[in-house]
């Protein structure tokens, strides 16, 4: 999990601070409405994928911001990305009235920056041997700075993270800090499944999303692209 510098009006909690995962070139942001055709009142299905950049923040907000249904799902499989996009994202589930929904599937990845994502939810709903993974900043910005400069960027980094989760699951945020585990003060962290973390309940993951039989995924021209994908109407 790394760390860099970004434009102060992308970072509504954590002043100039971005949090980076390598590995993946780009994320993938697909939307639908669970009911045809994609009109504003019917429920939003997006798909997250990949890693997690400014311009995904700036897709699913703009998906939201055309919304104007009575709930989201947002469903996750991502190594992480940058922590401001993610917590703009987060904020904006947060404060938009609707009924949220964040699910990450069976086998599926939800992994550092994702998983300040997946605490939006009101409902937080993983596969049992979905992987999630907990661990702690690290400063690369472009702009060289000094040893005690990037110590205060990642403390800071660390505690807006662990506001997040407190907000939503405090005692499992309480779990994360507790001496021998020190998630976000370690670079490996804490990896653990869906099931564990229900298991745990101290209420991160709210269910368990049991594991069905899907069809191969639908391709995508671009890794960045949006396609709206309206289900067909029920019977």
């Known amino acids: 999990m790394r760390l860099r510098l970004s434009h102060p009006s992308h970072i509504p909690l954590l002043g100039l601070v ?4 390598t590995g993946c070139a ?9 009911v045809a055709p994609p009109a504003a ?13 400014q311009a995904t923040a700036d897709r699913v907000l703009g998906e939201l911001e055309a919304f104007d249904g009575p709930a989201v799902t947002i469903r996750l499989d991502s190594p992480g990305g940058d922590v401001s996009a993610a917590l703009q994202i987060h904020e904006r589930l947060r404060s938009g009235g609707w009924g949220v929904v964040t699910s990450v599937a069976d086998e599926s990845r939800c992994m ?3 998983t300040l994502i997946f605490a939006a939810g009101d409902d937080r709903v993983a596969g049992p041997r979905a992987r999630f993974q907990f661990h702690a900043p690290r400063y690369v910005g472009r702009v060289p700075l000094p040893g005690p400069i990037v110590d205060l960027i990642e403390a800071v980094t660390r505690r807006g993270i662990a506001n997040t989760y407190a907000a939503v699951a405090p005692d499992f945020a309480r779990h994360l800090a507790e001496p021998g585990v020190d998630a976000l003060n370690s670079r490996r962290g804490l990896a653990l499944s869906g099931a564990q973390l229900a298991e745990r ?9 049991r594991p069905v039989a ?19 109407a029920p019977p």
Request: glycine fraction near 14%; charged fraction near 15%.
């Open 18 to 21: 971005l949090m980076a995962l």
């Open 26 to 34: 780009g994320g993938a942001v697909t939307s639908g409405t669970a």
């Open 41 to 53: 009142k019917h429920p939003r299905d997006i798909l997250v994928s990949g890693m997690i950049t």
């Open 112 to 114: 550092s920056a994702c």
């Open 201 to 209: 309940g101290d209420g991160f993951v709210t269910g368990i999303e």
């Open 214 to 232: 899907l069809g191969p995924p639908i391709a995508v021209a671009e890794a960045d692209t949006v396609n709206r994908r309206p289900s067909p």
